[in-house]
């Protein structure tokens, strides 16, 4: 019996791997533009949004400083200023 499940396990994970079932870090590309409509100041950004966003030095991009609990980050070709702890939005600039 323990043999038989051994055979189907790997029968499940090399079908999953043929097939691109097996859960993978996936590259994203912040640098590309993507519209966010329902990010606009006061409203929150989404928590898998921001994470995966590169923080941003504000001198080094021509922004403004952020407000005191605040920070920027590169999230879909955007700049976004947002509370780092209510993860609320306060700016967005587009990167041009």
Known sequence: MK???IVL???ILSTSLLTGGVAV???HDNHAYV???EWKKGAPIKHEDWD???KVDYHQNHLAAPAKGYEWRMVDGNYVQANSSNFQIRAVVRIP
Do not use: M, Y
Request: charged residues 35%.
């Open 9 to 11: 396990a790997l029968a």
């Open 52 to 54: 995966r966003g590169d």
């Open 3 to 5: 043999k038989l499940h």
């Open 35 to 37: 519209e966010h409509k």
């Open 25 to 27: 870090a996936q590259a």
